[in-house]
């Protein structure tokens, strides 16, 4: 069955658009506090070893923060109860995700995540405009233009494609 117009457009898009976001994760830096109280030096091993030996009673959701263009810091909370004592207790951590076109600034000029994520215009095109760069395609790509891309500062370029070429090694 061969795919409709609107379809291969989108297809096309998503090409497009996986071109201009690269994402990737990686972890730079990571800490864990203990809220628990100071133990004394002459029990220092008992508290180790009651932190170790813990059971994760409940886990908070992500919240994101420090977020800029590229990365943004992930933290989240545990509360733990220790096997030997019972004594319950929270353990905070956070990583940094690193990613090229992670968050987009909005119309409000708060930092939002990046989506990959085309939607119909109402002229019968498709927007991604949930990031770092905007790109509009028109409903015709022999129209000049058919592809509008906004970058980050400002600037609009046009164009439309030259050829489309398919290819199935089958």
Known sequence: MRPTKRQSLARIAGKILSQITIPFL???????????????????DAGAAA??????IFETAPVYT??????RRVTFTRTKQSRATG????????????ASGLNYR?????WKESLEQF????????AAELGLHRL??????????SVEL????????????LAVGYFDPV
Do not use: I, K, M
Request: glycine residues 6%; aromatic residues 4%.
């Open 26 to 44: 990686l972890v730079t830096q990571v800490e864990a506090q203990s809220t628990t109280p100071a133990v004394p030096p002459d029990q220092a």
């Open 136 to 145: 509009r395609l028109g409903p015709n790509l022999n129209a000049l233009p």
């Open 119 to 126: 939607n119909a215009t109402p002229d019968g095109g498709f």
């Open 106 to 110: 909005d119309a409000n000029g708060e």
């Open 87 to 98: 004594e319950l207790f929270e353990e905070t951590s956070s990583y940094v995700e690193v």
């Open 66 to 71: 420090e977020q800029d263009r590229t990365s």
């Open 51 to 56: 932190s170790t030996d813990a059971v994760t």
């Open 150 to 161: 906004a970058t980050e500062d400002g600037l609009l370029l046009r164009s439309a494609p």
